[in-house]
């Protein structure tokens, strides 16, 4: 009797996967904001994957932006990579490219090279692999993250949870600025909403908190990246043009050109048409200065100036993916305040949101008291050798 022939094992991606965190803790280690897995999306449609989108900011003026393909597999198509990676950087406006690859071919290296592609070969990756800072990671990976959303979404019967957070790392990659922020914003909103609502010290409050770093994040790191165009104008005229960012988005001129288009149809074509144009047009300034707008440009101008606001997108970003999440009061001091400016400005109380997650401090219990507690003087003042002989 002839035995069944055995199928092929499933490919589960993990081995993808596993690459991708290592290479993302290479480039956080380096100094980057690095957000993994972000989805380009157009009309509703998603295109394709970045596997790794990077920020970096070098100086008051300089700021780079980079999308980086990992392909770590028997059969990577170095080549087609490295094509499709450069069409999509021009496509979506990003300044520089990246390739890591299984690939060990020295031509495909110098290909890259003369199109300046950063290229990370198969070697390359090992080293990576065989690094104990890289792989004893205290982060938890973003299929972790995603298995507590899952969690949370199961809990509520939806998938909310997880498409606001997929819709926050979309908006990185076509619209990066205050459009990117306004979009983190809302995010975090919703986020910090449902951890307030939460049960404390829960899981959802847990999930809902880092989400909220994240999200929180990511608009430090937009801001950040748009003041750079204002870097050298005076201070007030940043400070403006930040507010009517953050009110108007990314195009606060064509904004206003819409509004007075559509006021102008509605005087021409509506009964009673000047009066209604004339009320829309009031009704909708006095909302748009309702928008606490200048405490957020005030702080965002104030933390551009150096690279705190960067350094705050950085410090946001890590505590979101921490394993031990930390509270609202243990996050760094830039971090805080940049993230207390924002929970002012999406109208959540900060001490609320604070008491969301707290997580349990570790008792430390007092030794027990014995004979040998107390070192004599010379013990004490000279401590012993590893032979055990003192000094």
């Known amino acids: 009797m002839n035995a069944k022939p055995t199928s092929a094992p499933k490919k589960t991606g993990k081995k993808g996967f596993e690459t991708e965190e290592i290479v993302r803790s290479y480039f956080l280690g380096a100094g980057f904001f690095v957000v993994r897995g972000v989805k380009l999306r157009h009309g509703g449609d998603e295109l394709t994957d970045i ?104 809990s509520r019967s939806s998938k909310d949870v997880r498409d606001t957070f997929a819709s926050v790392k979309s908006s990185v990659a076509d619209r990066f600025g205050p459009s990117c922020a306004n979009t983190a914003a809302d995010g975090a909103q919703y986020f910090a909403r449902m951890c307030v609502e939460a049960h404390p010290n829960s899981l959802p409050a847990q999930v809902f908190t880092r989400l909220t770093y994240f999200c929180a994040g990511i608009a430090a790191a937009a801001f950040d ?91 946001l970003e890590q505590a979101a993916f921490l394993i031990d999440c930390p509270e609202f009061d243990e996050l760094p001091i830039d971090a805080r305040a940049f993230l207390g400016a924002m929970l002012d400005f999406i109208t959540i109380d900060r001490i609320t949101f604070s008491q969301g997650w707290t997580p349990p401090k570790p008792v430390i219990s007092a030794p027990a008291a014995t004979e040998d507690a107390n070192p004599t003087t010379s013990e004490a003042t000279h401590p012993p050798t590893e032979d055990g002989k003192l000094l």
């Open 225 to 315: 990246f748009a003041s750079g165009e204002s870097a050298l104008r005076p201070q007030q005229e940043r400070l403006a043009s930040l507010t009517d960012a953050i009110r108007f988005g990314d195009d606060p001129k064509g904004t206003a050109e819409k509004l007075r288009w559509a006021q102008a149809a509605i005087r021409d074509y509506a009964p009673n048409g000047a009066g209604l144009a004339d009320i829309i047009h009031n009704r909708f300034h006095q909302a748009l200065q309702s928008v606490p707008a200048e405490s957020l440009a005030e702080i965002v101008v104030k933390m551009a100036n150096s690279d705190r606001l960067f350094n705050a997108a950085k410090d």
């Open 51 to 154: 596997d790794l989108w990077l920020y970096e900011r070098s100086a008051t003026l300089a700021r780079r932006r980079i999308i980086i393909d990992i392909k770590d597999n028997a059969q990577p198509k170095a080549a087609e990579r490295l094509f499709f990676v450069k069409g999509l950087a021009e496509l979506i406006q990003v300044e520089a490219t990246g390739i890591a690859t299984s690939d060990s071919r020295r031509s495909l290296r110098e290909l890259a090279r003369k199109h300046n592609v950063l290229w990370i070969d198969n070697a390359d990756l090992q080293r990576l692999k065989s690094s104990q800072r890289l792989t004893a990671s205290s982060r938890l990976s973003d299929e972790d993250l995603g298995e507590l959303i899952a969690k949370v979404d199961a």
